[in-house]
């Protein structure tokens, strides 16, 4: 018997950084949109504990014990007082290492099926907080749509949306390291003060009503100048998608990718057109949000 889970990847709308804390991570206020990228996580009974992966990107996943997914299982096990051993296979369309957070995804993806594989009965709560401990950005995998993560992120608040937003995504040459993105963005921010990450309501309001034109006018990432300053080819990227009509163009997390909202499917083809024809980037994707979280499927 097998059980595979479906779980998205995800675009942040706004992504307010504080200060480094003492533990090494920021507070932040993220707003987490999952988009309709998907990655399929399958896990089946089997004698030791091994991790597979397919797709364009499949040779940039680790295949050890250091991969999201096989941690997940590890830390469902340690916690059931059974044994691990699964083959877990990940059908991976999510881009590694982009700022979509495509571990995370696996992650949470390999949790909810092996705690179905395994019939464990773990309450939702208790598997956020396994989700937690893997990562910054599993629990919002798990639960998908959009939510507020406070904290280092991990703390969600369910937010309401209005409406189908529609984004085309441009994958870059090559990959960041987020701890990176934020040692880059502590040194650009040496000598100034901090101050509290906070949500906006304008944007929370946009998100709500579904307008696409409200909901550019408000988004922003702080990770953004971190991010173009240890890639600064992003630039050409961001302002090829600007020129050919997105109505918002900005970094997916701590990047590469980068992310274009637009008004409406034919104005997301057009910004995909215009993006593949400028040679400033590697693939593009478009996608829709909000998308569901990890599903059994
Ligand atoms: C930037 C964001 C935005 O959603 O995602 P990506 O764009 O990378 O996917 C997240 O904050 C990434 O979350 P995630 O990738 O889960 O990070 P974690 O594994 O928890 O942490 C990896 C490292 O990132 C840094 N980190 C992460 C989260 C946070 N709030 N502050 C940090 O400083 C720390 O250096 C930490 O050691
Ligand atoms: N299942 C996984 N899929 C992709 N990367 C993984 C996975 N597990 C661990 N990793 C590691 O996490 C790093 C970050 O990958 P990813 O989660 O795709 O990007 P991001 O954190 O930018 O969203 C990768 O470079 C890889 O070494």
């Excluded at 003060?193 to 009503?209: N, Q």
Aim: net charge negative.
């Amino acid at each position: 018997m097998s059980v595979t889970v479906r779980v998205p990847a995800k675009v942040n709308v706004q992504l307010s950084v504080g200060a480094a804390r003492p533990d090494g991570f920021h507070d932040l206020a993220n707003v987490f949109l999952a988009v309709g990228l998907h990655d399929e996580v399958t896990v089946t009974p089997a004698d030791s504990l091994r991790v597979t992966c397919e797709g364009p990107d499949a040779a940039e996943v680790p295949l050890d014990r250091t991969n999201l997914a096989a941690r997940a299982a590890l830390a469902l096990a340690a916690r059931d007082g059974r044994s691990p051993d699964v083959h877990i296979h990940i059908a991976k369309d999510i881009p590694v290492a982009g700022g979509m957070a495509g571990g995370s995804a696996d992650g949470a993806g390999a949790l909810l099926a092996c705690d179905t594989l395994w019939q464990t009965g773990t309450p939702h709560d208790e598997l956020l907080e396994i989700c937690a401990e893997l990562g910054s950005d599993v629990p919002f995998s798990l639960t998908g749509g959009a939510a507020l993560g406070t904290g280092r992120g991990e703390r969600l608040t369910r937010l309401d949306v209005g409406g189908v937003f529609h984004w085309v995504f441009a994958q870059a040459e090559g990959g960041l390291s987020t701890p990176a993105v934020y040692r880059e963005f502590d040194r650009l921010h040496e000598g100034h003060r901090i101050p509290e990450p906070l949500v906006s309501p304008l944007l929370l309001d946009a998100l709500a009503s579904g307008d696409p034109a409200a909901l550019a006018a408000t988004i922003g990432n702080d990770l953004q100048p971190a991010a173009l300053s240890l890639f600064p080819a992003l630039a050409d990227t961001l302002e090829a998608g600007t020129k050919a009509g997105a109505l918002a163009a900005l970094v997916s997390g701590s990047g590469p990718t980068t992310a274009f909202l637009t008004e409406d499917e034919p104005s997301a083809v057009a910004v995909a057109e215009a993006l593949t024809a400028s040679g400033s980037c590697r693939a593009v994707r478009t996608a829709t949000s909000p998308a569901a979280g990890a599903t059994v499927i």
